[in-house]
């Protein structure tokens, strides 16, 4: 029986008694359809929304989407609306919405593997891709597809073999990442001279195989780097969050359902932070998937994105070695205005667009609250909620005081043993696989463009604004 139908009358109330519903919802309001199998859905959707798009693009082309200021242009383009990404769409005070549904609405809507739990990752990706919810038997069908394009080749773990153990596991996830292009259908396609109206059917076989393979590849690096090589091969019954808790070497449910929700959030986050815009930018040059999601998982791995969930475990270990586990409000005040005082930042806090508590923050915070409330560690984590956003508002130039979505991740993994800081920001990794997986198969399929925005210089900057100011 098909659940579609009745998902979508559950969600179309919930979406009425939902005032700040944007209008990306428009995307759900597409009747579901009893396709088991992804690719043929999204090849009914596909020419809708390339017709949809021309006829968008012909009606409004000229409407202006504001001002940009030199603010703008020396302020990383903070604000700048400059970017088309379907798959979600982030509001400062709200937070993420995937396709219209907020992370609550993902977790009552999309299908979980037991009763009550979490979010299947493989739910979310059908989400992101079509716009609809998905029945549990259509994820079911993805999570065994998911399964089947999983071999990865040996010489990609060669290619990681080749670095040192020591290298970071970022570096040698993303060298494993690149080795696996080698297998690119886009590439190949695009040699044999490929119609331009069907570049996204090998993005689409690329983008899939790339999802389905990361969480082997990033396994791989976690076993070799501190399991002494002990490599666990995938499991046929489980899911995709399952299989990676699983291939990573932890059993228990309840870190399987944290995978789940981990991979869930991390996932997509719109399209212009630095990793999902670098996909995105390197992607509208027609390389393939597997080049553009290595490039962006080398903005990823920087301390001001994904690698602040490393960073944030490290600093918190390191609170508690200074001033042992039972740490005063006072002590922990002193330690977070040594870290200002030294330069540093304070990891986990803060957001390039959010001006509010991050809502992955918040449901990490939930699950932490049913499954460890006791662990010390997450009580930590409450503590600095609250001692840490007064202090970063005292310094005056900080527009967003709250905790964002690595500030809590950390102490979850390290609860459930996985508890080395250093390989966190490769679970972002794979997560990100599915967004931006997604994304790019959008990409190809709306045919949009070569990336390429205008730069100036000062001197440039200089003379437009002494002209702009001349009467
Ligand atoms: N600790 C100390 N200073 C901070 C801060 C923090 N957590 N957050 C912002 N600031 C500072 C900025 O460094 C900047 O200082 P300068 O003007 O002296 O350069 C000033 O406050 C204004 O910054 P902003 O406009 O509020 O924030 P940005 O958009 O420039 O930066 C971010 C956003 C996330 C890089 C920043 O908040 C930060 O460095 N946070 C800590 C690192 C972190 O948690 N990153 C993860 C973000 C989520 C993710 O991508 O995974």
């Known amino acids: 029986m098909f659940r579609g139908v009745s998902l979508l009358s559950k969600l ?44 968008f693009k012909a009606e409004h082309g000229k409407v202006q989407l504001g001002n940009i200021t030199v603010d703008m242009v020396l302020g990383g383009m903070r604000g700048m609306t400059g970017l088309l990404w379907e798959t979600s769409l982030l509001d400062p005070d709200e937070g993420i919405r995937f396709r219209g549904l907020s992370i609550p609405e993902c977790q009552k809507l999309l299908p979980a593997a037991k009763p009550e739990g979490e979010p299947l990752p493989e739910g979310l990706l059908w989400l992101l891709l079509t716009g609809k919810v998905p029945s549990k038997e259509q994820v079911d069908a993805l999570s065994k597809e998911l399964r089947s394009r999983a071999s990865v080749p040996d010489y990609a773990f060669k290619a990681i073999d080749a670095l040192p153990v020591t290298a970071h596991p970022m570096t040698q996830f993303a060298t494993g990442v690149m080795a696996l292009q080698v297998q690119s259908e886009f590439q190949k396609a695009y040699e044999k001279g490929i119609h331009r109206s069907k570049y996204w059917e090998p993005t689409y076989e690329d983008s899939l195989n790339l999802i389905a393979r990361v969480p082997v590849v990033a396994a791989y690096v976690y076993r070799r780097i501190y399991k002494d090589g ?54 509208s040059a027609l390389s393939d998937p597997y080049l553009s999601f290595a490039a962006a998982l080398n903005g990823l791995a920087g301390p001001l994105h994904g690698l602040a969930n490393q960073e944030v475990l490290l600093w918190i270990k390191s609170v508690v070695d200074e001033c042992g586990e039972i740490i005063t409000t006072e002590q922990l005040k002193k330690y977070v205005w040594e870290t200002l005082k030294s330069g540093k930042v304070v990891p986990g806090f803060g957001h390039g667009v959010l001006r509010k508590t991050d809502p992955r923050y918040t449901c990490q915070r939930e699950f932490a609250l049913k499954h460890l409330p006791d662990d010390p560690l997450f009580q930590l984590v409450s503590k600095l909620y609250e001692v840490v956003p007064p202090i970063l508002t005292e310094l005056g130039k900080v527009k967003n005081p709250w905790p964002n979505v690595d500030a809590h991740s950390g102490v979850l993994l390290n609860h459930f043993g996985l508890t080395e800081a250093r390989y966190f920001t490769v679970l972002f990794g794979v997560s990100r696989s599915i967004g931006i997986g997604s994304q790019l198969i959008w990409d190809r399929a709306l045919g949009l463009p070569l990336e390429r925005p205008k730069s100036v210089t000062m001197d440039w900057l200089d003379s437009y604004c002494k002209k702009a100011a001349s009467p």
């Open 12 to 55: 179309r109330s919930r979406i009425g008694e939902q005032s700040t519903l944007k209008s990306s919802v428009r995307w759900l309001q597409i009747q579901s359809s009893s396709n088991l199998d992804l690719h043929s859905e999204l090849k009914e959707l596909i020419p809708e929304q390339q017709e949809r798009l021309k006829k």
């Open 230 to 283: 002990q490599f666990i091969p995938l499991d046929d019954s489980l899911d995709y969050g399952g299989n990676f808790s699983h291939m990573l070497g932890f059993d228990s449910p309840k870190m399987q359902e944290l995978m789940r929700l981990y991979v869930t959030i991390h996932s997509d986050h719109e399209g212009g932070n630095v990793s999902a815009h670098t996909g995105h930018l390197v992607a």
